[in-house]
Each structure stands twice: as structure tokens, then as C-alpha cells.
């Protein structure tokens, strides 16, 4: 079974500050994903990175792959309030299966 | 494009009851996913569907738990009989094929078994 371990499980941060979380595994995956859950909803995809050392980014969030591809970073700069949510990383194998992390919760004090 | 529909968003019932879930994926999808997602984790994969096959069900409790894909479109996932430990949200998820890279989840059923 191939697991994902995020950290930290728990953030809670003032508006404008910058932080990353963390997404590791033991195991290569050939594509990882990046999605956010607010509440009462289905988690959302953010970003796929594909190749080893990719960097992504969107508006103030930048996401990694490592080069091995076992694990990846989310970056978000000056966060705001609307980023409060359940971050949750997603590996995918090559039998096409997603594994989820347990998910970073964030919340962005005003 | 229309989304992932779940139904019902709420569901309460006594242990021992029975209780199903309905989800229509996004047209044209051809593989669809349900996901178990206890509060305060991950989601957890179900079952894989491609089309009206199985792929994967290794982490679905059989005993327990069923689910099917008539005709490769819409989905049911049944729990039969409810244990305390199945409250959870249960989501659906589609994708283009297993190939595709992000899947479209579902807003969820959230199952209170009290």
C-alpha cells in the first residue's frame, strides 16, 4: 500500500503570512495531484505535476515535485482568508489509482 | 459542463439500517470512484469503475458494502447492515479514463449512523 504523509496536519496563520506544506511518501508515483476541500464540499483540483523537479504555479501558489517524484510542496505566498481549507495531495500509480494524504488544514486568520 | 450529482447531501440512520447512495458522473466520463472520507482524514478509495466494470473494490468491506454501474453511467454504493464506524462522507469522483490526469469529485453524501 502507498502512502502519503502530509505536514503539517494542522496550520492556523494570520493573513499575509507565507507557508508550505508538505507531502512525502516512501513510494514513486507517476503523477501527483494537489487539491483543496472546503467545507461540505468535494475536494477540487488544483494542480497535476507530472515530471520530476516540475514547479507549478497558480496566482500565489506554487507547487513542487521532487525529483524523484516522491513528493511534492505547496508554497502559498501573502495567504488570505479565502485560502482557509483542507489542502489533500493525491498520488497516482500506475494502475491509475489515487491515494490521498490526510490533508493539511489551514486557516487564514483576517 | 455539468458536474459530479450526488444524492441525498444528508443521510441519518440507526445502526443496523440500510442506506444507498446515488451518483451520476459527468457525461461521457468512463471511469467513476468512490471515495470514504472519515472527518479529519483523507478520502479513502471504495471502488473503481471503468464503464460498467469493476477495476479495483480490494478496499471495499464486501460483508458490508456493494456497489454498481449499470450500463457504465450511474452509480449506486450500498451499506448493508450500517455499522457506527460508517459515518463518514462518501464521495463520488469521474474522470475522461484512467489515463486522465485530476478527477471531478462530487459535493458528497454525509452519513450519520447513530
Known amino acids: 500500500t502507498q502512502l502519503l504523509e502530509q505536514s503539517p496536519q494542522f496550520l492556523s496563520i494570520q493573513e499575509g503570512e507565507n507557508l508550505t506544506v508538505y507531502c512525502n511518501s516512501s513510494?514513486?508515483?507517476?503523477?501527483l495531484q494537489w487539491y483543496r476541500q472546503e467545507p461540505g464540499e468535494g475536494p477540487v483540483l488544483l494542480v497535476t505535476v507530472v515530471t520530476g523537479g516540475e514547479v507549478k504555479k497558480l496566482k500565489r501558489l506554487t507547487f513542487q515535485f521532487g525529483d524523484a517524484r516522491k513528493d511534492s510542496s505547496l508554497h502559498i505566498t501573502a495567504a488570505q482568508p479565502g485560502d482557509t481549507g483542507l489542502y489533500l495531495c493525491a498520488g497516482d500509480n500506475a494502475g491509475n489509482m489515487l491515494t490521498f494524504g490526510g490533508g493539511t488544514r489551514l486557516m487564514v486568520k483576517p | 459542463e455539468a458536474g459530479v450529482a450526488q444524492s441525498p447531501r444528508y443521510k441519518i440512520i440507526e445502526k443496523r439500517q440500510s442506506v444507498a447512495f446515488w451518483c451520476n458522473p459527468i457525461s461521457g466520463h468512463a471511469t467513476l470512484y468512490w471515495y470514504q472520507q472519515i472527518l479529519g482524514q483523507g478520502p479513502k478509495l471504495l471502488i473503481q469503475f471503468q464503464n460498467n466494470g469493476v477495476v479495483d473494490d480490494s478496499q471495499l468491506p464486501k460483508d458490508r458494502f456493494s456497489a454498481e454501474r449499470l450500463k457504465g453511467v450511474d452509480s449506486t454504493l450500498k451499506i448493508q447492515p450500517a455499522k457506527l464506524e460508517d459515518s463518514a462522507v462518501y464521495l463520488c469522483?469521474?474522470?475522461?479514463?484512467?489515463?486522465?490526469?485530476?478527477?471531478?469529485f462530487g459535493s458528497g453524501t454525509r452519513l450519520t449512523v447513530v
Open positions: 513510494s514513486v508515483f507517476s503523477s
Open positions: 469522483a469521474s474522470s475522461l479514463n484512467p489515463g486522465w490526469v485530476g478527477y471531478t
